[in-house]
């Protein structure tokens, strides 16, 4: 329940707060303060673990909440990947040669390679200050710290092991970063091959074979028919714009819709999962995910419970989050891991084989890690398979198109010579 403070004071505000009680249940709600640290001393007197809070006043109030809001969307979009990893490996350095979380940050602050990510740092130092747990403050920016993180962090705050904690959650940021590079570096090859193909069909539909139009124009009806398409391809192309043209964009704006719908990211997911080429490197990606962050989250001491919430912003596909439901709901009841696993297609054999002799043995964490270990090995080999694959397909692909229009602008050429010959 909100605190009530004398309405007599003149500086109260409000402020708008979401946070956890310590059963766990979220607790949102608006606190009267004189100002943020009163609030967030209220709160936390109350035993709640902050996870946001804003100003909420109206009047000239909702003026500095909306530069607050403005302020957090552009630190936000410009902070990047490298800088969370960057912050935790820093951070976890100075801690561990027994320098305070506030000079951390501070040093951080002075040191950063950019402006935005001192601001930022400022900012977490600032309400560290003012009585917040340090994934309170880090819990305020959630684009940029992950759900992973903060439970590690806060667990840590409870075991005092914060300094170890950190340099760990780097390794982990660090890992995936890499693993996500090579899945990108991996689809952004056959991306390239596929566009040059495109561009190079269209340079020659449009440019040169309107130059090869007069000399098939003589020949009339007895051009090929396999010219004929091609000759009516580029005149389209050419001077049918006003037709195509806004074709193209309700194509790419329907597209672009289907793909934000509930129907279109379900089949784009389950395509991920079952695609011939690329399917086992998702395959792989999700499970080297979903077995490190459990691994390290479960060897924090996170209830697993909370650790099985957290892998469905981790995996980040539908059909994994209906995995999760379930795994969650039978959890709940007492349920073992292992079972659910076997339900679902995605999740290699021996890896819900490996989970179960972990839950048998009690060494769940350890055994996961092992898990993890493997399936890393399995996604640089996919990787690399997929990578061999798509290219000479692409480029047979690429061959036929090209050998083919090539073909059909040489056919009336060679007409012409048989013609020339006969008489």
């Not at 320098?99 to 935005?116: C, H, I, M, N």
């Not at 903060?150 to 890499?178: F, N, P, T, Y």
């Not at 055994?367 to 694959?389: G, H, N, R």
Request: hydrophobic share 50%; with cysteine; net charge positive.
């Amino acid at each position: 329940m909100p605190a009530v403070i004398d309405s007599s004071e003149n500086a109260l505000h409000k402020w708008n707060y979401k946070a956890r009680k310590a059963g766990g249940e979220m607790s949102r709600g608006v606190l009267e303060a004189p100002s943020h640290a009163e609030a967030v001393r209220e709160l936390r007197r109350q035993g709640l673990a902050i996870l946001e809070i804003q100003l909420g006043d109206a009047g000239a109030s909702v003026g500095e909440a909306v530069n607050a809001n403005t302020r957090k969307r552009r630190l936000e979009n410009a902070f990047r990947k490298d800088d969370t990893v960057s912050f935790c490996s820093q951070i976890a350095i100075m801690l561990r040669t027994g320098v305070t979380l506030k000079e951390a940050l501070d040093t951080f602050a002075e040191q950063a390679s950019r402006p935005v990510v001192a601001e930022l740092a400022c900012a977490i130092r600032d309400d560290v200050c003012e009585g917040e747990d340090f994934s309170s403050a880090l819990a305020k920016w959630p684009k940029i710290f992950p759900s992973l993180m903060i439970s590690l962090v806060r667990a840590a705050e409870a075991s005092g092991m914060l300094d170890e904690m950190m340099a760990r959650v780097a390794k982990d940021l660090a890992k995936q970063r890499k693993t996500t590079r090579q899945v990108k570096g991996a689809m952004a090859y056959p991306a390239i091959m596929l566009i040059v193909a495109v561009l190079a069909v269209i340079v020659i539909l449009t440019a040169v074979m309107p130059r090869f139009a007069p000399l098939f124009a003589i020949q009339g009806d007895k051009l090929p028919m396999p010219t004929k398409i091609l000759l009516g391809i580029s005149d389209f192309i050419r001077f049918g714009w006003m037709y195509w043209a806004p074709g193209l964009v309700v194509i790419g704006f329907t597209t672009w819709f289907w793909m934000k719908s509930a129907m279109g990211r379900q089949a784009i997911d389950k395509a991920k999962l079952t695609f011939p080429v690329v399917g086992p490197m998702f395959r792989h990606l999700y499970v080297s995910r979903f077995t490190s962050t459990m691994a390290t989250l479960l060897s924090a001491g996170v209830p697993l419970l909370d650790v099985v919430r957290i892998l469905k912003d981790v995996t980040n596909n539908i059909c994994y989050s209906a995995m999760w439901i379930l795994v969650e709901e039978r959890v709940s009841h007492g349920g073992e891991l292992a079972p659910t696993f076997r339900e679902f297609k995605f999740v290699p054999r021996n890896v819900a084989a490996i989970i179960a002799a972990g839950e048998k043995s009690g060494r769940l964490p350890e055994v996961l890690e092992s898990a993890a270990q493997v399936a890393e090995e399995d996604l640089e080999v996919s990787i690399k398979s997929a990578t061999s694959m798509v290219e000479p397909i692409l480029i047979v692909v690429m061959g036929v198109v090209v050998g083919g229009i090539a073909a059909a602008m040489l056919m009336p050429i060679f007409n012409m010579s048989k013609m020339i010959h006969a008489h």
